[in-house]
């Protein structure tokens, strides 16, 4: 039992910090003119976004905190060995609330997205990023071609999109 958690943790951690390297060609896709232009952007839309945006990243940016003081909190706790089987699933649990926590404000920033745009204009844009990651794929953060390449970038700048 005390293996497993162990091992899941430290596969839990490695691709939590791997997640955290790729990037979108750009978080605020809204304000690059060709994506603008081919969403029909208005100024309207623009605001509302960049609105929905800050909002999330605030959020987000807590989340992350909290996933990483959980993290820390279990890696701590399986140093010590006087800390039991019990104890340590309630800490690993733990970090998976805080990971679902920030799953969750990826996927409402998506959805308010989708809200903004309404469903056409949204497809067209899943399509804009289908189209980049293919003529970025195995690209890891600028750092060129990598051998089988990794997970793709994201549109909120996060995480990957539920869509």
Do not use: C
Not at 5 to 13: E, G, K, P, Q, R
Not at 38 to 57: G, H
Not at 77 to 87: E, M, N, R
């Amino acid at each position: 039992m005390m293996k497993k958690i162990v091992l899941s943790t430290l596969i839990l951690l490695f691709l939590g910090a791997a997640a955290g390297l790729a990037q979108p060609p750009e978080a605020r896709w809204w304000n690059k003119p060709e994506v603008a232009k081919r969403l029909a952007l208005t100024d309207a839309d623009k605001s509302r976004l960049e609105a929905v945006f800050t909002e999330s990243q605030r959020r987000r940016i807590e989340l992350r905190s909290a996933v990483a003081k959980e993290r820390f909190d279990l890696d701590t706790a399986l140093a010590d060995p006087k800390a039991g089987d019990q104890a340590l699933a309630e800490r690993y649990q733990r970090v998976i609330a805080a990971q679902n926590a920030l799953a969750s404000e990826r996927f409402a920033f998506i959805l308010k997205t989708r809200q903004i745009l309404g469903p056409a204009r949204f497809q067209t844009l899943k399509s804009i990023f289908e189209d980049w990651r293919k003529e970025h794929a195995g690209e890891w953060r600028g750092r060129g071609p990598r051998k089988g390449a990794g997970p793709p970038p994201y549109p909120d700048g996060d995480g990957p999109p539920a869509w």
